[in-house]
């Protein structure tokens, strides 16, 4: 597989009144061409920073890359000058927002808004952009495309805005597409359908997609491998089916607990204690330690490195090293994997 | 669980006039009722109208037609002060954006006990502080947030905040309207546990009003489906997921990603099509199995039955 994006040691602070907030505390992983990766953690973990590093989008001041690369088909992103970063923007690498209300332009027809990129990165004509604009809102699923893209924001739904984003987003090929949390304001069976369309799309086209979300359900769906983010870290990164049916940090036991299953009983959620650490301050050691009730005592004074799991599967937890003692998932963690590895081997049509 | 009505719906319906000829029907002749003691689950998905049928049922809104009947009496039509205000001491409501819901320039203290200001439930300022702290204890939070503002929480601890402002005045029944929808996962459990807890130690009955349907059906004792203003289905909650009969409730339910990737890899979405119903007559809201009612007409009653069966 070909790698089409590095991300080494990337740190990203803000500067603020209060000090410096570190927000992204020295990320690595790589993508390949094809592939999806979902970046999952809880607000504040640094999955949105991370990802506006990679196209420039973070303001600067007050945030800055503090260090670290961002290799994109070989070239550092994080060193690139503003007019550089305009030609992979929306070109090479575009993004999907969370907000279909917001990230479109309420002055602007549609069709003139998928265009802007059209005749700005593809050199293409008026009414050569605007072809391609009547295939790309048919590809995205919106009927009567000639029509709609005379219409603006407001007469559409939500579900159809986010059709538009997804049209502008695609409009000039991209190789990597950046979904941040694209589905999050959309009902479920619309959120089916974007996914599906995306899905769809990244098979015609091979672009690589990584895509932000807090929805383990849809992570589920959508990624190829999954990376976990707490505190500004990625704490355990592996294949769909590492993080889910063998998962080894306690925080992503956490985050799997903490969802009912359709067909668990009465039981207590297994909710993670307390909220994220301020970043202001990181705590010393693993940040993830106060919230942890497996923590150890090393857990307080010294940052787990990443284990190694399996060739595809890594994790940043104490309880991997040699010495430390076996420790298993909480219940109702270990309770979900026993009952998806017995639904995995079962028959396809069941009904739930 | 006795099965003694709380609160019952009867043909409940909320029209907005949007313009002079133009009427919303957000909510169209609903029946169903409310046990003593249960968590009733609203589902369905935005602009359906589930919303706007918490907010009548508190009054929020005035009904156009219909009744909300509370222990036997009716919530809406004229009344007096003192008669509203025993109302609202027995109904009480948590919003959904705890940054929106809470008075940025009130103290917590005073944001939880103004409802026991209201209704003159504290004799000084001493008792008042003290059930302040109770209440901020009971919800997982400690007694020095009393002195603070909302800005100085995160979501999940404001969300506690705006359910210690409800149970402040010892209400018996809780609208809850998409109360974790704004809060992370890991948040989002907190909080269903606590709701949970409060309902086992105090007796609390619950409508909970979300679209995410994993966690309503944890919660939920009975679940009822909305579309376009109307009660689709309505089961308990695992006779609901397991049997799922309205074609609705279907492509709902097999729309909703689990966190599961084998599952994922071979889950079927059905679409809904509105036009696959039979037309020839007005849909009524039958019994297809026991306890499990489906809003159809009498030619597709008989095909439910004879699909799903009668008995368990």
Same mark, same amino acid.
């Given at each position: 597989?070909?790698?089409?994006?590095?991300?080494?040691?990337?740190?990203?602070s803000f @500067? %603020?009144?209060?000090?410096?907030?570190?927000?992204?505390?020295?990320v690595?992983?790589?993508?390949?061409?094809?592939?999806?990766?979902?970046i999952?953690?809880?607000?504040?973990?640094?999955?949105?920073?991370?990802?506006k590093?990679?196209m420039?989008?973070i303001?600067?001041?007050?945030?800055?890359?503090?260090?670290?690369?961002i290799?994109?088909?070989?070239?550092?992103?994080?060193?690139?000058?503003d007019?550089q970063?305009?030609?992979?923007?929306?070109?090479?690498?575009?993004?999907?927002?969370?907000?279909?209300?917001?990230?479109?332009?309420?002055t602007?027809?549609?069709?003139?808004?998928?265009?802007?990129?059209?005749?700005?990165?593809?050199?293409?004509?008026k009414?050569?952009?605007?072809?391609?604009?009547?295939?790309?809102?048919?590809?995205?699923?919106?009927a009567?495309?000639?029509?709609?893209?005379?219409?603006?924001p407001?007469?559409?739904?939500g579900?159809?805005?986010?059709?538009?984003v997804?049209?502008?987003?695609?409009?000039c090929?991209?190789?990597?597409?950046?979904a941040?949390e694209?589905?999050?304001?959309?009902?479920?069976?619309?959120?089916?359908?974007?996914?599906?369309?995306?899905?769809?799309?990244?098979?015609?086209?091979?672009?690589?997609t990584?895509?932000?979300?807090h929805?383990?359900?849809?992570v589920?769906?959508?990624a190829?491998?999954?990376?976990v983010?707490?505190?500004?870290?990625i704490? /355990?990164?592996? %294949?769909?089916? @590492?993080?889910?049916?063998?998962?080894?940090?306690?925080?992503?036991?956490?985050?799997?607990?903490?969802?009912p299953?359709?067909?668990?009983?009465?039981?207590?959620?297994?909710?993670?204690?307390?909220?994220?650490?301020?970043?202001l301050?990181?705590?010393?050691?693993?940040?993830?330690?106060?919230?942890? /009730?497996?923590?150890?005592?090393?857990?307080l004074?010294?940052?787990p490195?990443m284990?190694?799991?399996?060739?595809?599967?890594?994790?940043? %937890?104490w309880?991997?090293h040699?010495n430390?003692?076996?420790?298993?998932?909480?219940?109702?963690?270990?309770?979900?994997?026993?009952?998806?590895?017995?639904?995995?081997?079962?028959?396809?049509?069941?009904?739930? | 669980?006795?099965?003694?009505?709380l609160?019952?719906?009867?043909?409940?319906?909320?029209?907005f006039?949007?313009?002079?000829?133009?009427?919303?029907?957000?909510?169209?002749?609903?029946?169903?009722?409310?046990?003593?003691?249960?968590?009733?689950g609203?589902?369905?998905?935005?602009?359906c109208?589930?919303?706007?049928?918490?907010r009548?049922?508190?009054?929020?809104?005035?009904a156009?037609?219909?009744?909300?009947?509370?222990?036997?009496?009716?919530?809406h039509?004229?009344?007096?002060?003192?008669?509203?205000?025993?109302?609202?001491?027995e109904?009480?409501?948590?919003?959904?954006?705890?940054?929106?819901?809470?008075?940025?320039?009130?103290?917590?203290?005073?944001?939880?006990?103004?409802?026991?200001?209201?209704?003159?439930?504290?004799?000084?300022?001493?008792?008042?502080?003290?059930?302040?702290?109770e209440l901020?204890?009971t919800?997982?939070?400690n007694?020095?947030?009393?002195?603070r503002?909302?800005?100085?929480?995160?979501?999940?601890?404001?969300?506690?905040?705006?359910?210690?402002?409800?149970?402040a005045?010892?209400?018996?029944?809780?609208?809850?309207?998409?109360?974790?929808?704004a809060?992370d996962?890991?948040?989002?459990?907190?909080?269903?546990?606590?709701?949970?807890?409060?309902?086992?130690?105090?007796?609390?009955?619950?409508?909970?009003?979300?679209?995410?349907?994993?966690?309503?059906?944890?919660?939920s004792?009975?679940?009822?489906?909305?579309?376009f203003?109307?009660?689709?289905?309505?089961?308990d909650a695992?006779?609901?997921?397991?049997h799922?009969i309205?074609?609705y409730?279907?492509?709902?339910?097999?729309?909703?990603?689990l966190?599961?990737?084998?599952?994922?890899?071979?889950?079927?979405?059905?679409t809904?099509?509105?036009?696959?119903?039979?037309?020839?007559e007005?849909?009524?809201?039958r019994?297809?199995?026991p306890?499990?009612?489906?809003?159809?007409?009498?030619k597709?009653?008989?095909?439910?039955?004879?699909?799903h069966? %009668?008995?368990?």
């Amino acid at each position: 597989m070909e790698k089409l994006l590095e991300v080494k040691d990337l740190h990203v602070s803000f @500067d %603020t009144y209060g000090g410096e907030v570190k927000a992204v505390r020295g990320v690595n992983f790589d993508l390949n061409k094809g592939e999806t990766l979902a970046i999952v953690g809880e607000s504040g973990s640094g999955k949105s920073v991370t990802t506006k590093a990679l196209m420039q989008l973070i303001p600067m001041p007050p945030g800055r890359i503090k260090q670290g690369e961002i290799l994109f088909e070989g070239r550092d992103l994080a060193k690139m000058s503003d007019k550089q970063m305009q030609k992979i923007r929306g070109k090479e690498i575009s993004m999907i927002f969370q907000d279909p209300m917001t990230s479109l332009n309420p002055t602007m027809k549609v069709g003139n808004q998928i265009m802007e990129g059209l005749i700005k990165h593809q050199k293409m004509s008026k009414p050569q952009a605007r072809k391609r604009v009547v295939e790309l809102l048919e590809l995205v699923g919106i009927a009567d495309a000639e029509n709609r893209m005379k219409q603006y924001p407001h007469q559409f739904s939500g579900g159809m805005r986010q059709r538009v984003v997804v049209a502008i987003a695609l409009a000039c090929n991209p190789k990597l597409l950046i979904a941040d949390e694209p589905t999050t304001a959309l009902d479920v069976t619309i959120q089916a359908q974007i996914l599906e369309l995306m899905k769809d799309i990244q098979k015609k086209t091979d672009s690589a997609t990584i895509f932000i979300t807090h929805d383990l359900g849809v992570v589920a769906n959508v990624a190829d491998r999954v990376a976990v983010m707490y505190a500004g870290k990625i704490v /355990e990164v592996g %294949t769909v089916d @590492d993080i889910f049916y063998n998962p080894k940090h306690p925080y992503t036991w956490g985050l799997l607990g903490s969802m009912p299953s359709l067909d668990s009983e009465d039981e207590e959620l297994y909710a993670i204690p307390g909220s994220p650490p301020d970043l202001l301050n990181p705590p010393k050691g693993d940040a993830f330690a106060a919230r942890n /009730e497996y923590a150890m005592k090393i857990d307080l004074e010294q940052e787990p490195p990443m284990f190694k799991v399996s060739d595809t599967h890594y994790a940043a %937890t104490w309880l991997l090293h040699e010495n430390a003692p076996d420790i298993d998932p909480p219940a109702a963690v270990k309770k979900r994997m026993e009952g998806m590895a017995k639904t995995s081997g079962g028959s396809e049509g069941e009904q739930r | 669980m006795s099965k003694e009505k709380l609160v019952e719906i009867k043909n409940l319906k909320q029209h907005f006039k949007t313009g002079r000829h133009s009427v919303v029907k957000a909510v169209d002749g609903l029946n169903f009722d409310i046990y003593k003691g249960e968590t009733f689950g609203l589902v369905g998905e935005s602009g359906c109208g589930k919303s706007t049928t918490g907010r009548t049922i508190i009054r929020l809104y005035d009904a156009t037609d219909g009744e909300v009947l509370y222990n036997g009496e009716n919530v809406h039509g004229k009344k007096s002060r003192d008669q509203l205000k025993k109302f609202n001491r027995e109904m009480q409501m948590i919003f959904q954006d705890p940054y929106a819901s809470l008075n940025p320039r009130m103290k917590v203290e005073d944001i939880i006990a103004e409802g026991m200001d209201i209704h003159g439930l504290s004799k000084d300022s001493n008792a008042r502080k003290e059930r302040v702290h109770e209440l901020l204890e009971t919800v997982g939070l400690n007694k020095e947030h009393a002195n603070r503002y909302p800005h100085e929480f995160s979501g999940g601890q404001r969300q506690r905040i705006g359910i210690a402002r409800a149970l402040a005045v010892d209400p018996s029944f809780i609208i809850a309207d998409e109360p974790i929808s704004a809060l992370d996962v890991s948040i989002q459990a907190q909080v269903v546990n606590l709701l949970k807890k409060l309902q086992n130690e105090n007796g609390l009955t619950y409508l909970f009003i979300a679209h995410d349907l994993s966690m309503v059906k944890y919660i939920s004792d009975r679940i009822g489906v909305m579309y376009f203003g109307k009660m689709v289905e309505l089961a308990d909650a695992e006779e609901l997921y397991k049997h799922p009969i309205h074609p609705y409730t279907q492509s709902l339910l097999s729309a909703i990603p689990l966190p599961d990737p084998d599952y994922e890899r071979s889950r079927e979405r059905f679409t809904y099509d509105p036009s696959q119903h039979d037309t020839s007559e007005e849909p009524e809201f039958r019994e297809v199995r026991p306890g499990h009612f489906v809003l159809c007409t009498t030619k597709e009653f008989e095909q439910y039955q004879r699909e799903h069966g %009668t008995g368990r």
